[in-house]
């Protein structure tokens, strides 16, 4: 197999993926923190919490389109690129990607329309519920995605049988697929990531205006609601990392020792790397820092029991370690100050300073990059930490591609793709800064939003009278004269 073709097929692969994680997560974490935002509305009648609903679905919005346009190619990728990885893996994918259309996809496109264009056609209690329908569309959706990618680092749950010359994988007991054992652990931890993007993000955009002296009353609000979000999703991924490493000690002991540089299995406890950087030729971990026997803890709760090392594999079967051991390092690094400042700025809330601490706000402007930055690394320490394998123990990479591919066209799409997410990437960038830019709506006044008593009240609040011709009037006008309608009809 020639090795261009492969590394050209990762990378084309990688580039996809990659562009299109910058945008899930943030709708997830947007969906979540808008159904909160709502509820107050709904549980107030305050007319804030339903302008910062509206100005935040205007940017879901965009980052949904965008994200549904960049998820397309990937698709397209399997068959192409990787035509003996779909031959081996169908059953088990088609099956977990039909439940994403099923249960995911329909429901969150079905929903989006009232979710984005219903203010003023439906009424709050419905809107509220089509907020909610697309927050758990957009979670289902990671739901099997994480399956599905979950079940190539643990597949669980199939036979292999003979098609056509090869072997294949087919599904024996769906509900194992589905709960096979690094599921859970990644989706919980996937989710909680996204959550903190969802609030860092709110909570940049909230602290620029609070700077610029804009907004003020939406941002403090906005910026409050998505910090305690922030502080318990960043307290909440340390607990689910911690548990994660775990299962990736029991399940794919190769991975964790990539993940910590752990080369030669030591004879006592194993040490915890805090920094430092791999050199794989000479076997051991330079300019590092370490905790002797914190690895064996946190792994067994014994500092004495160790863990095995790189050179308890074979050498075809070890993953590379520069990669996976930076990802992983950073990403666990933007998780411990993610912690400190939302706990920071919890503190710093309770005792009413936080909004005079200009320093710390423009801390919070340039911080919405960290979690785009630990999500896109902790995907790459998971799948680089996978290899040599695309599904573990059953299908290595090499085997996977698609072996009549001429390396040209992968290297010719691999420069198109990034032309045309460069360009999608700066229309987003535009796009959201124009809304950015332009500020949330000016709050209604109590009373005066929609009505839902019918298509009157609706082309009342849209300005169309009589004829064609255009007038103001309010609910309470529209809901009398509908009244005296009513009422005329009856003596009639």
């Given at each position: 197999?020639?090795?261009?073709?492969?590394?050209?097929s990762?990378?084309?692969?990688?580039?996809?993926?990659?562009?299109?994680?910058?945008?899930?997560?943030?709708?997830?974490?947007?969906?979540?923190?808008?159904?909160?935002?709502?509820?107050?509305?709904?549980?107030?009648?305050?007319?804030?919490?339903?302008?910062?609903?509206?100005?935040?679905?205007?940017?879901?919005?965009?980052?949904?389109a965008?994200?549904?346009?960049?998820?397309?190619?990937?698709?397209?990728?399997?068959?192409?690129?990787?035509?003996?990885?779909?031959?081996?893996?169908?059953?088990?994918?088609?099956?977990a990607?039909?439940a994403?259309?099923?249960?995911?996809?329909?429901?969150?496109?079905?929903?989006?329309?009232?979710?984005?264009?219903?203010?003023?056609?439906?009424?709050?209690?419905?809107h509220?519920?089509?907020?909610?329908?697309?927050?758990?569309?957009?979670?289902?959706s990671?739901?099997?995605?994480?399956?599905?990618?979950?079940?190539?680092?643990?597949?669980?749950?199939?036979?292999?049988?003979?098609?056509?010359?090869?072997?294949?994988?087919?599904?024996?007991d769906?509900?194992?697929?589905v709960?096979?054992?690094?599921?859970?652990?990644?989706?919980?931890?996937?989710?909680?990531?996204?959550?903190?993007?969802?609030?860092?993000?709110?909570?940049?955009?909230?602290?620029?205006?609070?700077l610029?002296?804009?907004?003020?009353?939406?941002?403090r609000?906005?910026?409050?609601?998505?910090?305690?979000?922030?502080?318990?999703?960043?307290?909440g991924?340390?607990?689910?990392?911690?548990a994660?490493?775990?299962?990736?000690?029991?399940?794919?002991?190769?991975?964790?020792?990539?993940?910590?540089?752990h080369?030669?299995?030591?004879?006592h406890?194993?040490?915890?790397?805090?920094?430092g950087?791999p050199?794989e030729e000479?076997?051991?971990v330079?300019?590092?820092?370490?905790?002797?026997?914190?690895?064996?803890?946190?792994?067994?709760?014994?500092?004495?029991?160790?863990?095995?090392?790189?050179?308890?594999?074979?050498?075809?079967?070890?993953?590379?370690?520069?990669?996976?051991?930076?990802s992983?390092?950073?990403?666990?690094?933007?998780?411990?100050?993610?912690?400190?400042?939302?706990?920071?700025?919890?503190?710093?809330?309770?005792?009413?300073?936080?909004?005079?601490?200009?320093?710390?706000?423009?801390?919070?402007v340039?911080?919405?990059?960290g979690?785009?930055?630990?999500?896109?690394?902790g995907?790459?320490?998971?799948?680089?930490?996978?290899?040599?394998?695309?599904?573990?123990?059953?299908?290595?990479?090499?085997?996977?591609v698609?072996?009549?591919?001429?390396?040209?066209?992968?290297?010719?799409?691999?420069v198109?793709?990034?032309?045309v997410?460069?360009a999608?990437?700066?229309?987003?960038?535009?796009?959201?800064?124009?809304?950015?830019?332009?500020?949330?709506p000016?709050?209604?006044?109590?009373?005066?939003?929609?009505?839902?008593?019918?298509?009157?009240?609706?082309?009342?609040?849209?300005?169309?009278?009589?004829?064609?011709?255009?007038y103001?009037?309010?609910?309470?006008?529209?809901?009398?004269?509908?009244?005296?309608?009513?009422?005329?009809?009856?003596?009639?």
């Open positions: 197999m020639d090795l261009d073709l492969v590394e050209l990762r990378a084309q692969f990688a580039l996809t993926v990659m562009f299109h994680y910058l945008f899930p997560p943030l709708s997830i974490g947007l969906g979540l923190l808008m159904v909160i935002m709502e509820a107050l509305y709904l549980r107030t009648g305050d007319p804030q919490y339903e302008a910062m609903t509206r100005f935040w679905t205007r940017i879901f919005a965009v980052n949904f965008v994200g549904v346009a960049s998820g397309i190619t990937m698709e397209f990728q399997f068959g192409t690129n990787w035509a003996a990885y779909s031959r081996f893996v169908g059953d088990v994918f088609g099956s990607l039909a994403e259309g099923i249960f995911a996809f329909f429901l969150e496109s079905g929903f989006l329309a009232v979710l984005v264009f219903g203010w003023n056609r439906v009424g709050p209690r419905m509220f519920l089509a907020t909610v329908m697309v927050l758990l569309g957009s979670t289902f990671a739901v099997w995605i994480v399956i599905a990618n979950s079940w190539q680092h643990t597949p669980a749950g199939f036979r292999l049988v003979e098609h056509e010359g090869a072997l294949r994988a087919e599904i024996t769906f509900w194992a697929m709960f096979n054992p690094s599921a859970m652990h990644r989706l919980g931890h996937v989710l909680l990531g996204s959550f903190i993007l969802g609030a860092f993000f709110v909570m940049s955009v909230s602290a620029w205006y609070l610029r002296r804009r907004h003020e009353g939406f941002a609000r906005s910026f409050v609601i998505a910090l305690c979000v922030g502080a318990l999703a960043s307290w991924e340390l607990v689910s990392g911690h994660q490493a775990r299962a990736v000690a029991h399940n794919q002991p190769a991975k964790l020792a990539a993940f910590e540089g080369f030669v299995t030591a004879e406890g194993t040490e915890l790397w805090l920094a950087w050199n000479a076997q051991r330079d300019y590092g820092i370490a905790v002797p026997g914190l690895l064996s803890y946190l792994v067994h709760e014994d500092f004495e029991r160790p863990l095995p090392g790189l050179d308890r594999f074979r050498p075809e079967d070890r993953p590379p370690v520069v990669v996976p051991f930076v992983y390092h950073v990403m666990v690094a933007l998780g411990m100050a993610f912690i400190g400042l939302t706990s920071l700025a919890l503190v710093l809330l309770w005792r009413g300073v936080l909004f005079r601490q200009r320093w710390l706000l423009w801390i919070f340039v911080a919405v990059i979690p785009y930055v630990a999500n896109q690394t995907w790459v320490a998971a799948e680089v930490g996978r290899q040599p394998w695309v599904v573990y123990g059953l299908l290595r990479t090499s085997d996977a698609s072996a009549l591919v001429p390396r040209e066209q992968v290297l010719v799409s691999v198109a793709f990034s032309l997410y460069l999608l990437l700066a229309v987003w960038l535009y796009v959201v800064n124009e809304k950015i830019r332009h500020g949330p000016e709050p209604r006044a109590p009373g005066s939003s929609p009505s839902t008593e019918g298509l009157v009240a609706a082309a009342a609040a849209a300005g169309v009278g009589r004829g064609g011709h255009s103001t009037e309010t609910a309470d006008e529209v809901a009398a004269r509908s009244s005296a309608v009513l009422r005329r009809e009856d003596d009639g």
